[in-house]
């Protein structure tokens, strides 16, 4: 996460020393850092949810290791979201506010953007529907770019 978040600072820093020149060379740079930042939280994200799981018997003590192991075999496959869902349950924790809080839907988001990356699909500008409602999406969890 420390490296999304440094990933993050430069594409910020870049923008801010570059708002008011033409799109140069520059660009690629902001957008290496903007993917670079996107995969690594995501992954870091899902990194933790199967560390919680990797070490099951000491996080989730109240259950025997068959059940647990058991229970894993499901849950591996499962999203990252889903993961984190499931050792809240097993801590007997309240769940994630799914509509209040912005935090579950900018994770959503964000592992959705990563699969966009991940899994490229391209599409013609006239029929960009999958791009445009992810970037609708977008819109509301980061600030527009500085550049525009």
């Known amino acids: 996460m420390l490296a999304a978040a440094r990933f993050s600072r430069r594409v910020a820093e870049l923008e801010d020393s570059n708002k008011s020149q033409p799109f140069g060379s520059f660009w690629e740079e902001i957008l290496h850092n903007s993917i670079a930042s996107v995969m690594c939280c995501s992954s870091s994200l899902e990194a933790y949810a199967n560390e919680l799981f990797f070490d099951r018997e000491a996080v989730f003590p109240k259950f025997s290791a068959p ?6 075999e499901t849950y591996e496959r499962k999203t990252t979201l889903e993961k984190f869902e499931f050792a809240l349950l097993l801590s007997e924790k309240s769940g994630i506010d799914k509509e209040g809080a ?7 988001i964000v592992v959705e953007l990563r699969n966009a990356l991940v899994h490229v699909k391209p599409e013609w500008d006239t029929q960009a529907h999958r791009h445009q409602k992810l970037s609708e999406k977008l819109k509301n969890i980061w600030p527009e770019s500085l550049l525009e």
């Open 67 to 72: 059940l647990l192991d058991n229970l894993w």
């Open 102 to 108: 912005t935090t579950y839907q900018d994770v959503q």
